[in-house]
């Protein structure tokens, strides 16, 4: 069908601009006339033109007459930087406009295509919607939900050991799985980590082995005491790094940290466990859209068990550990659902989503 | 090219003879004259002919001058049931032979080759070696290092684990696997698990879910503990339940069990546990060349900590226990090969070789 083919083409557009946009989606379009490409654009980064502006902008020819493909509803709203797409595409006597996903922005949710359909432009929405939600996941979590797409991203050996001994840190996969972290990370808001994970792997969370900006790295720390000369704490983009600890906390070293430039949170936490559904709504406030846990196996077992978390990627090493640290302590069977599975070099990635139902 | 084609036509003819020719070789052939295949024939039954003799016999014309395809190097030996291949194809006057592997068993092991080259017959050998190999993966084990091939099975959850609990029937993966594990028992010559598995699976270890013949039923079971009323010791086929336990046992459940017309194999063991080499080579002694071992978590790691295995087979349900009982409590790191992953309908299979070097 060749209206699936050009909404590919927008999600291949859409996707130039992963890690750029948030709390954006990301938006690719296609202006089709006669059977000819005409124009094409994505939305770049955040706060400039939409997807659908930089198609008309790039046109070669009149596109008066065309069909705009566009993997998201084009937006009516006028609540935000950008003047709305749809009377730009009525004046520019758009003839069809076919979409993947609507959009959950209840500014928009229907509206958009409403308002193009009254002003007589034939419109199909729907074509390859799985692909198009897969695509804006992060998106569609954040506007629906008001929570970040959480994926807790754990490497372990085949027996389901994250490291061979208690703060003992231990490389179990190779550098494929290395780049493809660093890859995931140049796509996620932010990255989220345990202090004892910092103690243990003193780790920098920035992209260094794929291409794309470094994410926000977020470590939660209830006493404040990561050292110092952690890595973290001393990275060339201090404004990047987001610590949440608590309220009565030693003003000094709080002071100590914040003249860095680093930003801390102070929350209110009962006993030893944070309210991580707590954080993860501040976390969208600042307008995180997506989090990647990283780890450690404390973490890991309160997102699980808390049921926060909408991914878990499963890097698997061909390693038999035996003795050794679980990732997930969890008192109850969790099951979840296997969404994707490869190779990794010599490992395997295995992507699970949630189970909504037996 | 061609050969290969005709060298993979005689991979799935040895196929279909599978769990029926150990501790023979699966062995197919193909004559082919003149471009076209005048008969086929496959080896079906230990004792029984060998695959060229069934080859010829089903020829629908004259095999003067024709190629035989063959997955093995034709035998030239007369030490056992039928009369050997070689000196048939030479009176048939083949013109050409193509195989794969040459036979490990001493008596052949190139001398067939030798023996159709010195009687002007034109020989290729080496083609899609591997998979040969692969095919045949049990008899190479077998022959060159007087042992079973050993693979160990292992069903469990994300995290590494067996059961929800010790001593607790836990059952993690789905019809599929069942399935997968039935077929794989019609494959194996034997299959064993340790005494509590027994005690909390009251497994029959037969093939039900698939179709072929069941396997050997072998229990490790020192103590002889295992309660009579076991649907192990009360099969229709009670010859195939074979139970390893220790010389001094009560000589009264030895007799009540062995009147059944199970087979009781009393070896010398130091302590709790049994020196499984020395029951391998029992195994070996017995005719059993490939063995499927099914658990549980001791009798994994006794196998995987003494390298004792050559395959590991992980069928892994997408559950995250937490807590519960690990497959492998081995005391080292053990590295190994990832060969084969794929679904096995919401569960994976994950094939594992032995890791012979860094």
């Known amino acids: 069908m060749n209206d699936e083919y050009f909404v590919k083409k927008c999600f291949s557009l859409a996707r130039k601009a992963q890690g750029n946009v948030s709390p954006n989606p990301l938006v690719g379009a296609v202006l089709l006339k006669n059977g000819k490409v005409i124009g094409q654009g994505w939305h770049k980064k955040y706060g400039r033109e939409h997807a659908e502006v930089n198609a008309i902008k790039n046109a070669t020819e009149d596109v008066a007459g065309s069909t705009l493909y566009c993997n998201l509803e084009p937006c009516c709203?006028?609540?935000?930087?950008t003047p709305p797409c749809v009377p730009l595409?009525?004046?520019n006597k758009i003839k069809r406009v076919v979409i993947s996903n609507l959009d959950p922005n209840k500014d928009v949710d229907g509206k958009g295509l409403q308002q193009l359909i009254e002003a007589g432009i034939e419109v199909i929405s729907g074509i390859l919607e799985d692909d198009g939600k897969e695509l804006n996941k992060f998106y569609f979590k954040f506007v629906q939900d008001k929570l970040p797409f959480v994926t807790l991203k754990i490497a372990q050996s085949i027996d389901g050991k994250i490291s061979e001994a208690k703060?003992?840190?231990?490389?179990?996969?190779?550098?494929?799985a290395i780049k493809y972290v660093h890859k995931l990370r140049s796509e996620y808001d932010a990255v989220l980590v345990g202090a004892n994970t910092?103690?243990?792997?003193?780790p920098q969370l920035n992209v260094r082995e794929a291409k794309g900006r470094n994410p926000i790295r977020i470590i939660i720390d209830g006493r404040l005491s990561i050292p110092l000369q952690s890595q973290i704490l001393n990275p060339i983009d201090p404004e990047k790094t987001?610590?949440?600890?608590?309220?009565?906390?030693?003003?000094?070293?709080?002071?100590?940290?914040?003249?860095?430039?680093?930003?801390?949170f102070s929350v209110n936490s009962k006993q030893n466990h944070f309210n991580l559904k707590k954080i993860l709504r501040v976390l969208a406030d600042n307008k995180i859209t997506s989090l990647l846990v990283e780890g450690g196996a404390d973490i890991f077992t309160q997102f699980l068990q808390k049921d926060l978390f909408d991914e878990i990627i499963v890097l698997q090493a061909p390693k038999i550990l035996g003795r050794?640290?679980?990732g997930f302590n969890i008192h109850r069977l969790k099951k979840i659902l296997l969404l994707k599975m490869d190779n990794l070099?010599?490992?395997?990635?295995?992507?699970?989503?949630r189970k909504l139902s037996d």
Not at 198 to 202: G, P, S, T
């Open 77 to 81: 709203h006028t609540k935000k930087q």
């Open 89 to 91: 595409l009525i004046q």
């Open 167 to 176: 703060n003992k840190q231990t490389w179990l996969t190779g550098k494929e």
């Open 198 to 202: 910092i103690k243990i792997d003193n």
């Open 242 to 264: 987001w610590i949440f600890t608590k309220r009565d906390i030693d003003e000094k070293k709080v002071k100590r940290i914040a003249d860095r430039g680093i930003k801390i």
């Open 324 to 326: 050794g640290i679980n």
């Open 345 to 353: 070099g010599k490992d395997i990635r295995l992507v699970y989503g």
